[in-house]
């Protein structure tokens, strides 16, 4: 199995662009989660889905950011506009069914740096 | 924000040696606990998990809880190089994951 892919490794971008990150989660699994890292404050869940569905979006920082699943397949995390604050390392994780997407099970992707200037 | 706090490092070992990583966390309701290994530039990798109190010996690994206490924490034994690296701790918020800061380990030849 490829893992999980995200799109694109590297973004750079000016403040008030749009940025749209991708995500390809294992097939087969459910539940896909989306992650923002910083320095100064760790990890942090913004949103995850359950068989494209969005089940708890609370880790969303503000309007600018919104996040779909279109299909089993495939996921975006959009940032409109962006501004230097967001810069940051994305990562998504999927889970498989019947993990009931425990942590245990959650697989992470390489992840985007995202820088905005 | 429910509350993870780990100390941040760098926690120094030499070869061979144990390493012990703490964590506390402040929600009550968490029943399931993991300890993520992140190195540089790299994504987040699952070491171990525990849900009962006590331990859980995996290989070099052991996980410890306690949640009288709010208390879980990771033990290297026989610690190499290629140890080094963050060490997530992530009480379970339901299907989520609450991770603290990390912990910075470095073991030296």
């Known amino acids: 199995d490829a893992g999980v892919i995200q799109s694109p490794r590297h973004e750079v971008t000016e403040m008030g662009q749009e940025v749209t990150l991708r995500c390809k989660p294992i097939?087969?699994?459910?539940?896909l989660f989306w992650y923002r890292q910083t320095m100064m404050r760790g990890l942090e869940l913004l949103i995850y889905?359950?068989?494209?569905?969005?089940?708890?979006d609370s880790g969303m920082p503000e309007d600018r950011f919104s996040a779909k699943m279109p299909n089993a397949s495939f996921s975006t995390l959009k940032i409109q506009p962006s501004e230097p604050r967001d810069s940051a390392v994305y990562f998504c994780?999927?889970?498989?069914?019947?993990?009931?997407?425990?942590?245990?099970?959650?697989?992470f992707g390489p992840g985007t740096r995202l820088t905005v200037l | 924000q429910k509350e993870v706090e780990q100390n941040s490092g760098p926690l120094s070992v030499p070869e061979g040696a144990i390493a012990s990583l703490n964590c506390t966390y402040s929600?009550?309701?968490?029943?399931?606990f993991f300890w993520y290994r992140q190195y540089s530039g790299k994504s987040p990798e699952l070491i171990m998990s525990?849900?009962?109190?006590g331990d859980k010996e995996d290989g070099r690994f052991t996980a410890q809880l306690n949640k009288a206490s709010q208390y879980v924490s990771l033990l290297i034994r026989d610690s190499q190089p290629s140890d080094s690296a963050t060490y997530l701790c992530?009480?379970?918020?339901?299907?989520?994951?609450?991770f603290g800061k990390g912990t910075s380990l470095l073991v030296t030849p």
């Open positions: 994780a999927s889970s498989p069914p019947g993990s009931g997407g425990q942590g245990d099970t959650q697989y």
């Open positions: 097939s087969g699994h459910d539940y």
């Open positions: 889905f359950n068989n494209n569905v969005p089940i708890d």
């Open positions: 929600d009550r309701v968490s029943q399931s």
């Open positions: 525990i849900y009962s109190n």
């Open positions: 992530a009480p379970g918020l339901g299907y989520a994951l609450n």
